[in-house]
């Protein structure tokens, strides 16, 4: 059968880089809130994964898309959004924090930028934040513009990133701090450049507010990478599995809450802050989990892809579910995150877990980030 293709139209919104990752030799996209995210170059996972330890990458991650709140009532209604305490945020300070609703299900788990005491960006995982912001905001009568701006995040990762960000932005580049922004200057216009992203590897994210510099930023990382032996890349699956980096609508979705998903010290409990979902967080709390995120290593050949959930059994009982897995070079094994059921979620309890071809794989759970007991 032929392979099947991912159809587009102009509901799937372009980035401002497309032009630049298609003659960069893009061969895959996915869709991530309704903006292609593209997801290959012809490069393997393995060997993404080794290049992105090793060097630096430059991603096209415009998908990220950003919820902006502005005006007087901004800080009110961006603590109503999240269990985080917002309240002694600088100016320049990111923070990543669980949005949940009123049962306490979480409905995304942005970063959020603090541009000025009554201006926020709410930098979003792959669900509609827009709308309820902007009904929330109209139900409660706040004095606040919700809106969704012209800005386009560009990505570089890897431990090269301080140096290629230098020949772009100047050496000030290398005194932002983690999860920390600057604004910074390229052709004349300040632009937002945080160190932060979505690898464990270290490196920055700049976001572009003005599309029609779009291609220009990227030429200008591009040719700066070019002696540090840069490439074009996008989240790699296997780095994101070892370091515990959670994808909402995988890992999580609003059938969970947070302290399943190990958030909970990012849920004030104490009433010193209200936010929607307060209440239903302390009944949850009160309760105990049941279940829990986990890493999990197991055996067998490289392992396919997980289009839906795979059952993790003991005894012949379902203990929990994977919800991405792969091939690991640094373990030479199969690595996967899941919920688990809290009577086995420990470190090192085994487990058999059945994968979508049916194949039987034993493994055990990991904590997170992943540490191999076999070997340690």
Known sequence: MPASKLQTSIRQRATPYKSRVERAGVTDFSIVNHT?????????????????????????????????????????????????????????QCFYAPMVDEAGGLLNDPVILKLANDHYWFSIADSDVLLWAKALAYGLRLDVSVDEPDVWPLAVQGPKSDDLLEKVFG??????????????SFQGHPLVVARAGYSKQGGFEIYLDDSSLGPALWDACWDAGQDLNLRPGSPNLIERIEGGLM????????????????LDRYCQLDGSVDYIGLEALRRIDAEGVKQQIRGLIFSGDPCPPVSQAWSVLLNDARVGQVTSAVWSP??????????????????????LIVSEDGEERYG????????DLSTA
């Open 171 to 184: 050496e000030s580049v290398r005194s932002i701090a983690f999860f920390r922004f600057k604004k910074l």
């Open 247 to 262: 994808s909402y609508g995988n890992e999580m979705t609003r059938q969970n809450n947070p302290f399943e998903c190990g």
């Open 330 to 351: 640094r373990f030479q094994k199969n690595v996967g995150l899941g919920m688990i059921s809290h009577n086995h979620w420990d470190h090192g309890s085994e487990v």
């Open 364 to 371: 055990m759970v990991s904590q997170l980030p992943m540490i």
């Open 36 to 92: 292609l995210l593209p997801k290959g170059f012809g490069e393997s996972q393995q060997s993404d994964y080794t290049h992105l330890k090793n060097h630096v990458q430059l991603w096209d991650v415009g998908c990220q898309r950003q919820v902006e709140l502005k005006g007087p009532d901004a800080a009110h209604l961006a603590q109503l959004m999240t269990p985080r305490d917002l309240s002694a945020g600088q100016v320049g």
